[in-house]
């Protein structure tokens, strides 16, 4: 997998992992210009957790909206 993918509706992850074999992932949008972090998380499943997905969108709404 590419090191960064979109989630889809300006919605980005990206991925790396860790020195201890631990998965993290960011989930960020762009807004204007500048690059806004909206989500951490540490994966145990391949899937990206649901409310981790829902959470990101409600904030990237939260940037848009000012």
């Keep these: 997998m590419p090191l960064v993918r979109p989630m889809g509706k300006g919605l980005f992850e990206v991925r790396t992992s860790l020195s201890n074999?631990?998965?993290?992932?960011?989930?960020?949008?762009?807004?204007?210009?500048p690059i806004y972090a909206l989500q951490g998380c540490i994966k145990k499943a391949q899937k990206t957790p649901a409310g981790d997905l829902q959470l990101?969108?409600?904030?990237?709404?939260e940037v848009e909206n000012g």
Excluded: E, I, N, P
Excluded at 56 to 61: D, G, S
């Design 21 to 33: 074999g631990t998965v993290a992932r960011v989930l960020f949008c762009f807004h204007d210009g």
């Design 56 to 61: 990101a969108r409600q904030r990237k709404k």
